[in-house]
């Protein structure tokens, strides 16, 4: 009776705003949805922008002006002076003030550059290494999700043990009661199944807990309301690896570092292209006169400029030392990461093979500490022993369980690392 109410209990303030969840799903849905997903696919995008913005440099840039000026000249400020003919008026010092007009296209093109060509592949490289971080993203926020889910489904196991234990302590006080009430049980024993039964409900009460905060946790990784009641299709189990080379070589934070140093060493190369001179040709066409309507002629200009800079104080120099150095620290890191999944591979498989024996030996002393409990309970019910001996064997119960369910916990978190390390996560 005491169990049917907790359990009753529990229904009602679960949330009627259910979903069907898998393993997978969960997965998919934090690739998309999770803010650090979402947030590594802006940053690739900014990274476009940035590419296209480089090509722009590039190409043709096309313009045009209009205008009206109205001015006036001092020619003595200017430095001229023109004299007077004999017997003519002075020539006035101020000339004007007049209107001028003026409306014109006008382009310009880079006809050699070799810094904005090496500028441009740093910045597709900085693309690529925008990709690969917006992958490495997604992929760490799926492992996340699947470590929540994993972890709700541990404490949800958890829970389920948890009622049965209450379940059975509450049988023992049932079938003590009558053992007492024939003269084949004493008040003590009484007591110790009481104790019993409280003890099964304060465990209940502390998974009840646990498995709303487990619950919290996926649901704020999926991005989801905290007030949505997830139902697990996939439950904790002992999984097949899935075969194959766990190098790890392809995973994408490595191809990021890698693209990373692609980039330092292009932005170096754009640097020392600005030692070379840069050819550009511009121009421009359109109307100029006192009136646009009238008294206006077509005027061109055409140009082919050459530009070289020769000495910028020095901050060529330092740009390619800073360069070279970050080239220096993504190769680094590069190097890292493929040690670090070479580990992380190693060490889950290490793991998970250890976690799959101990899973083994604990379901083996699952099904013993279920018979030792049976044959004390029969035991206690023939007036062999007294229910110590029962309480005692559905500790061992508990314990039992809440080892096998340990087990099979820590085997899918390392099964799960052993994925990611391999780069086979998304083949779940």
């Known amino acids: 009776m005491i169990n049917t109410l907790l359990v009753a ?15 997978r799903q969960a997965m998919d849905a934090a690739r998309k949805d999770a803010f650090q997903a979402q947030n590594a696919r802006s940053k690739s995008r900014e990274s476009e922008a940035k590419a296209a913005e480089a090509l722009g440099s590039m190409l043709p840039q096309i313009g045009a002006s209009a205008g009206v000026v109205r001015r006036s000249f001092d020619l003595p400020a200017m430095g001229l002076s023109f004299p007077a003919a004999p017997g003519a008026e002075p020539f006035p010092n101020l000339i004007g003030p007049f209107t001028a007009e003026d409306a014109r296209v006008n382009g310009r093109i880079a006809i050699l550059d070799g810094s904005a060509w090496h500028r441009y592949q740093a910045a597709k490289f900085d693309l690529r290494k925008g990709e690969f971080e917006a992958r490495a993203a997604e992929e760490n926020v799926a492992l996340a999700a699947a470590e929540a889910y994993c972890g709700l489904a541990r404490e949800r196991a958890l829970l389920e043990s948890r009622k049965s234990e209450l379940a059975l302590a509450a049988q023992l006080a049932d079938l003590t009661r009558a053992q007492k009430q024939a003269g084949a049980a004493t008040q003590i024993e009484v007591l110790r199944a009481d104790g019993q039964v409280s003890a099964a409900k304060s ?34 189990s ?26 330092a060493l292009a932005a170096r190369d754009a640097i020392k292209a600005a030692y070379l001179p840069s ?29 070289w800079s ?22 680094l890191r590069a190097r890292d990461a493929r040690q670090a999944s070479e580990e992380d591979a190693r060490g889950s498989r290490t793991a998970m093979d250890a976690s799959q024996q101990v899973a083994g030996f604990a379901l083996e002393r699952v099904r013993l500490a279920e018979q030792e ?56």
């Open 203 to 236: 465990a209940l009460a502390m998974a009840a807990g646990q498995e709303e905060q487990a619950r919290y946790v996926l649901l704020r990784i999926l991005g989801l309301g905290l007030d949505v009641y997830p139902r697990l299709s996939d439950s904790l």
């Open 310 to 331: 020769l000495w910028d104080g020095g901050g060529r120099e330092a740009r390619l030392h800073g360069l070279a150095e970050r080239a220096k620290q993504a190769d």
């Open 279 to 307: 050819l550009e040709l511009a121009g421009d066409y359109g109307l100029s006169g006192r009136r646009l309507n009238s008294r206006a002629e077509w005027t061109e200009t055409i140009a082919l400029q050459l530009n």
């Open 238 to 263: 002992l999984r097949n690896a899935v075969p194959g080379n766990a190098s790890g070589s392809e995973r994408p934070e490595i191809a990021a570092a890698d693209q990373d140093k692609r980039a």
């Open 9 to 23: 209990s529990m229904l009602m303030q679960a949330k009627p705003d259910t979903l069907q969840l898998g393993l």
């Open 373 to 428: 409990e049976a044959l004390a309970r029969e035991r206690f019910k023939s007036g062999g022993s007294g229910n110590l001996e029962v309480i005692s064997a559905q500790a061992s119960v508990s314990l039992a369980h809440q080892a096998y369910i340990d087990a099979l916990y820590a085997y899918n978190r390392a099964w799960l690392e052993y994925l990611k390390a391999s780069n086979r996560l998304a083949e779940i």
